[in-house]
C-alpha cells in the first residue's frame, strides 16, 4: 500500500481554532465575574457545590484563576495551530503538560457528577416532559451551573484534540491517526479485539451491578440500605426515578456489549432500511467515549464527597458499585479506543492502514 510522508509543518485542523476561540469566550466570561463578583457557577457556596473538588478553592480566588487559565490555554491552542517545524523539546514538553494538565482539569475535574446524572435522566425527562412526570422544574434541573460544566467538558475535550494533534505532528506522526510508519502491536486489529473484549466486558459488568441495587428497590427490597430509608424513597417516588437511571445503566452495558459484537459493527436486521449495512465508526465511539469521560468525571467528584459514605451509610450492596466506578471509565475508554483500532481502515490523511 502507497504511504505518505506527513511533513511535521503540517497545519493542525479545526480543533486547535475551536478551542482557542471556546477557552477564549470563557476566559473573558470568566474575567467578568471577576470584576462584577457575580456568576462564577462553582464552590461551596454553588447549588451542590460541595460535590465539586472546586470547593477547595476560595470563591474570591476561583473567577480569576479561570480567567488565567482558560486565556492562556486559549493562546496555548493558538500556537499548536501554527506549523511546527521543529520546536524546542523544553518548550514541546511545557506546551504538552501544560495542555493536557488543563484538558483533564476542565473535562474531569470540573463536571463532577451532576452531568453524568443529567445524561441518565435525559430519557426520563425529555419523553416525560409532555405529560408532567417527573414532577420537577426544569428550571432547577437545567441550570446555570449545569451549563458551566458541560461547557467546560466540552472545552477540554477539544483543548485535548488540539493538543493530541500537536502532539502527533510535532513527533512526526500523522495528526490523523497517529501512525508513523513503526508497527506497534498492541495497536494492530488482531491485538485490540482481544485486550477490547476484556475491557469491554468489565465496562458492561459494573453499570450492570449498579442498575441491580435500583431494581431491588423499586421491587421492595431494602438491598445495602435501612427499610426506613427506602420507606422514604417509596413514599417520594425515588424508587422509581432510581428504577429510570438503572434502566439506562442497563441500556448502556448493552451498548457496551455492542463494541465487541458483530451488530455493533452491522447493524442488526430487525432494523428496517439499515440492516447489514456498516455501522459508521463515529457513531459508536463519539458517545461511547463522552459517556466514559463523563463516568470519571461523576467517579472524582463522588468518591471525593465528603459526605459520601454517610450517605450510603458506609460499605455495603449500595456502596460497593459506585465503589467500582473508577474502574467504569478506564475500561469503557479502553473498549472505545480498541474499537476505533479495529475499524479504522487506511487513513485518508496519509494513506497508512
Do not use: K
Not at 257 to 283: I, Y
Not at 286 to 303: C, D
Request: contains cysteine.
Amino acid at each position: 500500500m502507497t504511504t505518505t510522508t506527513i511533513a511535521p509543518t503540517h497545519r493542525a485542523g479545526r480543533a486547535a481554532p475551536l478551542a482557542a476561540g471556546w477557552l477564549g469566550l470563557w476566559g473573558v466570561l470568566a474575567l467578568v465575574a471577576t470584576v462584577t463578583g457575580t456568576g462564577y457557577p462553582f464552590g461551596v457556596d454553588a447549588p451542590d457545590g460541595d460535590a465539586n473538588l472546586l470547593r477547595l478553592i476560595p470563591v474570591p480566588v476561583g473567577p480569576p484563576l479561570f480567567a488565567a487559565l482558560l486565556l492562556t490555554a486559549a493562546v496555548a491552542a493558538l500556537a499548536m495551530n501554527e506549523p511546527a517545524a521543529h520546536p524546542s523539546r523544553p518548550l514541546r514538553a511545557l506546551l504538552l503538560g501544560y495542555g493536557w494538565t488543563v484538558a483533564f482539569v476542565l473535562a474531569v475535574v470540573v463536571p463532577d457528577a451532576r452531568v453524568l446524572i443529567i445524561l441518565g435522566y435525559a430519557p426520563m425527562l425529555l419523553l416525560g416532559a409532555p405529560f408532567g412526570w417527573p414532577p420537577v422544574d426544569y428550571a432547577d434541573v437545567f441550570t446555570w451551573a449545569l451549563f458551566a460544566r458541560a461547557a467546560a467538558m466540552a472545552g477540554g475535550v477539544l483543548l485535548a484534540l488540539a493538543v493530541l494533534g500537536w502532539q502527533r505532528r510535532t513527533a512526526g506522526a500523522c495528526p490523523g491517526c497517529g501512525r508513523d510508519g513503526a508497527d506497534h502491536g498492541w495497536t494492530t486489529p488482531a491485538a485490540a479485539a482481544r485486550w477490547g473484549r476484556w475491557a469491554a466486558y468489565v465496562a458492561a459488568a459494573i453499570p450492570t451491578l449498579y442498575a441491580l441495587t435500583r431494581f431491588a428497590w423499586a421491587a421492595g427490597i431494602p438491598l445495602g440500605i435501612s427499610r426506613s430509608f427506602l420507606d422514604e424513597m417509596q413514599e417520594s417516588g425515588q424508587v422509581w426515578a432510581g428504577a429510570g437511571l438503572g434502566a439506562f445503566a442497563v441500556v448502556g452495558a448493552v451498548l457496551t456489549l455492542g463494541l465487541v459484537r458483530q451488530w455493533g459493527e452491522r447493524f442488526p436486521r430487525w432494523l428496517v432500511g439499515l440492516a447489514g449495512r456498516p455501522v459508521p465508526v463515529p457513531l459508536a465511539v463519539v458517545p461511547a467515549a463522552l459517556v466514559s469521560l463523563a463516568v470519571t468525571a461523576a467517579t472524582l467528584g463522588l468518591l471525593t464527597l465528603p459526605g459520601f459514605w454517610r450517605l450510603t451509610g458506609g460499605f455495603s450492596m449500595a456502596s460497593a458499585p459506585m465503589l467500582l466506578w473508577p474502574f467504569w471509565g478506564p475500561a469503557l475508554a479502553a473498549a472505545t479506543y480498541a474499537y476505533h483500532l479495529r475499524r479504522r481502515g487506511a487513513c485518508r490523511r496519509c494513506g497508512r492502514g
